[in-house]
């Protein structure tokens, strides 16, 4: 199915997996609203642009800085987008954060801080997403396969994590007379940037050890499944996909 005429608001979406997304959309002929929360991503956000411009050049670019973390923020987002797009078929919400510490060591900042990105800026999104995608729209976010794995450590990060699988289960009863789709895709342990800094060489290889080829997860496993929920699988709502090679099983 082609995405030729619509509009794909994607969070975090100049690098890793929102690229790799942003790439699969475009290929499908969708315009691409681009979101990025650090300015230090401006250069990822202007070599993808140029990519993306080079081999699309019929679709449509664009690219906003903010940090989500006030439903201000997020509301303006989608405010822009509108306003230089004219509608919102599409939102995928890749934004999020991890810490991996043993609950003992997590402060009071650090819990605020995990969840102002991983739960309250997604509830946010998905606020907007309700008020302001089309009819027949799709609404997919990005969670994590530790929904899955009950593993210490990562406590506060799959906490934080599992209210989004709560919130889409509403939504997407919300929405279901308007014919939006709303899910999850669940990755397992990516291999990004992201992913190293808090695993040692032994924690990598055991991680890598539980997925399908003895590999991590990687972005070109995940982009494809996001493309799939807003073309051919747009019967699919309310549901959590898990996406990581076997690393759990549900």
Not at 82 to 97: A, E, M, S, W
Not at 123 to 129: G, M, Q, R, S, T
Not at 219 to 240: E, K, S, Y
Request: glycine share 10%; proline share 4%; hydrophobic share 40%.
């Amino acid at each position: 199915m082609s995405l030729q005429g619509q509009v794909a608001l994607i969070t975090g979406g100049a690098k890793n997996l929102g690229a790799a997304t942003a790439r699969e959309l475009a290929n499908a002929g969708a315009s691409l609203a681009l979101h990025y929360n650090s300015p230090s991503s401006k250069n990822d956000a202007a070599q993808l642009e140029s990519e993306l411009k080079q081999k699309h050049p019929s679709v449509k670019v664009a690219f906003y800085q903010a940090d989500l973390t006030t439903a201000g923020a997020v509301e303006k987002l989608f405010q822009d987008a509108l306003k230089d797009f004219g509608k919102i078929d599409i939102v995928v919400n890749n934004v999020g954060k991890v810490l991996k510490k043993p609950i003992t060591e997590i402060s009071e900042k650090e819990y605020d801080e995990m969840f102002a990105i991983n739960s309250k800026a997604a509830f946010f999104i998905l606020k907007e997403a309700a008020k302001h995608v089309s009819d027949g729209g799709k609404i997919i976010s990005v969670v994590t396969a530790l929904l899955g794995a009950f593993t210490g450590f990562y406590t506060s990060y799959a906490g934080s994590k599992a209210t989004v699988e709560h919130f889409t289960r509403g939504v997407c009863k919300e929405l279901q007379f308007r014919r939006i789709s709303v899910n999850n895709v669940a990755p397992g342990p990516m291999d990004t940037p992201f992913f190293y800094p808090q695993e040692s060489p032994e924690a990598v290889e055991f991680h890598k050890s539980n997925g399908l080829g003895g590999r991590l997860t990687e972005v070109t496993d995940i982009a494809p499944i996001i493309r799939f929920l807003c073309t051919d699988g747009g019967w699919i709502t309310g549901q959590t996909l898990f996406a990581n090679g076997g690393y759990t099983t549900r």
